[in-house]
């Protein structure tokens, strides 16, 4: 993967908002396999990204659940035939070759290692990869992050680039998930958390939060989302496709955009086109 910093000209500017507000839509907790003549789809999302794939007391909510929805309907799903299964950043790959999923939207970028083991529809989002920092820390652009204490998630491309090329030397501490980085930020053991712009923005906007951390406006990465299908399957992956293709033209992507991702001040990058892969 190639990595590189922000300055080009399509590339969007990242603010957070000051505030962000509840939806309230969020959609149920379902998939008990009775509905709809037994049928039900088991979809992989993530449980504790806000703004992304987030279990909230209501049900589930964010842009992948919406994406997930809106595809699950195409497929012949109804909201309450489906079921949301967690699937962390490590789980992904082997949730889907072992059929615990039909399909996964977890934040989940597109690669040349993981395209070896399962295959993608998409991309349906593009994000970068970004630092969420202490409101008064001075790490930023230019700052070296070589022997900085760093957080982020195994079995990530997060985690793989900090390793790679951002920064080889960093104490990089390795979590499940992203949320237990974020106690590791607010407690100051350590430095910075280091993950997609789009799941970061959706921390700091946090009621808990607000006013505590700041994204550094790094542009460390292009992460272009996909759908995790099991290797091989190529009818589903085509007919997410499809559904995609739909979502985009008829508005409703733009729609989940703003609906999941506005509250936290996101500027994000125009739909991505099917098949075509920001390196
Ligand atoms: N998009 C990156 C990845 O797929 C980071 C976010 C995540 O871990 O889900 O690894």
Same mark, same amino acid.
């Given at each position: 993967?190639?990595?590189?910093?922000?300055?080009?000209a399509?590339?969007?500017v990242?603010?957070?908002?000051?505030?962000?507000?509840?939806?309230?839509?969020?959609?149920?907790?379902?998939?008990?396999?009775?509905?709809?003549g037994?049928?039900?789809?088991?979809?992989?999302?993530?449980f504790?990204?806000? $703004?992304?794939?987030?279990?909230?007391?209501? $049900?589930?909510a964010?842009?992948?659940?919406?994406v997930?929805?809106?595809?699950? =309907?195409?497929?012949?799903?109804?909201?309450?035939?489906i079921?949301?299964v967690?699937?962390?950043?490590?789980?992904?790959?082997?949730?889907l070759?072992?059929?615990?999923?039909?399909?996964?939207?977890a934040s989940?970028?597109?690669?040349?290692?993981?395209?070896?083991?399962?295959?993608?529809?998409?991309?349906?989002?593009?994000?970068?990869?970004?630092?969420?920092?202490?409101?008064?820390?001075?790490?930023?652009?230019?700052?070296?992050?070589?022997?900085?204490?760093?957080?982020?998630?195994? $079995?990530?491309?997060?985690?793989?680039?900090?390793?790679?090329?951002?920064?080889?030397?960093?104490?990089?501490?390795?979590? $499940?998930?992203?949320?237990?980085?974020?106690?590791?930020?607010?407690?100051?053991?350590?430095?910075?958390?280091?993950?997609?712009?789009?799941?970061?923005?959706?921390?700091?906007?946090?009621?808990?939060?607000?006013?505590?951390?700041?994204?550094?406006?790094?542009?460390?990465?292009?992460?272009?989302?996909?759908?995790?299908? =099991?290797?091989?399957?190529?009818?589903?992956?085509?007919?997410?496709n499809?559904?995609?293709?739909?979502?985009?033209?008829?508005?409703?992507?733009?729609?989940?955009?703003?609906?999941?991702?506005?509250?936290?001040?996101?500027?994000?990058?125009?739909?991505?086109?099917?098949?075509?892969?920001?390196?």
């Amino acid at each position: 993967m190639k990595l590189r910093k922000a300055g080009i000209a399509t590339v969007s500017v990242l603010a957070l908002a000051l505030t962000a507000t509840a939806c309230g839509d969020d959609k149920k907790e379902g998939g008990s396999g009775s509905e709809g003549g037994g049928k039900s789809i088991k979809i992989g999302i993530k449980f504790d990204q806000p $703004g992304i794939g987030q279990k909230t007391p209501d $049900g589930f909510a964010g842009f992948d659940v919406d994406v997930a929805t809106f595809v699950a =309907k195409e497929l012949g799903y109804s909201e309450d035939q489906i079921e949301f299964v967690q699937t962390p950043s490590a789980d992904r790959e082997n949730a889907l070759k072992n059929g615990d999923v039909e399909f996964i939207a977890a934040s989940y970028s597109i690669n040349d290692e993981r395209e070896k083991l399962v295959d993608f529809a998409g991309p349906y989002l593009l994000a970068h990869q970004d630092l969420l920092v202490k409101a008064d820390s001075d790490i930023a652009e230019g700052t070296d992050l070589n022997g900085k204490k760093l957080c982020s998630v195994a $079995g990530s491309t997060s985690a793989q680039n900090v390793k790679k090329e951002i920064a080889p030397k960093a104490q990089l501490q390795e979590r $499940g998930t992203y949320s237990e980085c974020l106690e590791g930020l607010a407690g100051g053991s350590i430095d910075a958390l280091t993950t997609d712009d789009s799941i970061l923005a959706g921390y700091a906007a946090q009621d808990q939060y607000k006013g505590k951390f700041k994204l550094a406006g790094l542009k460390l990465s292009n992460e272009n989302y996909g759908i995790g299908v =099991k290797e091989g399957n190529k009818d589903l992956k085509d007919k997410i496709n499809k559904a995609l293709e739909k979502m985009v033209a008829d508005g409703a992507w733009e729609e989940a955009v703003k609906k999941n991702l506005g509250p936290a001040g996101y500027k994000n990058e125009p739909a991505p086109k099917i098949g075509v892969i920001v390196k």
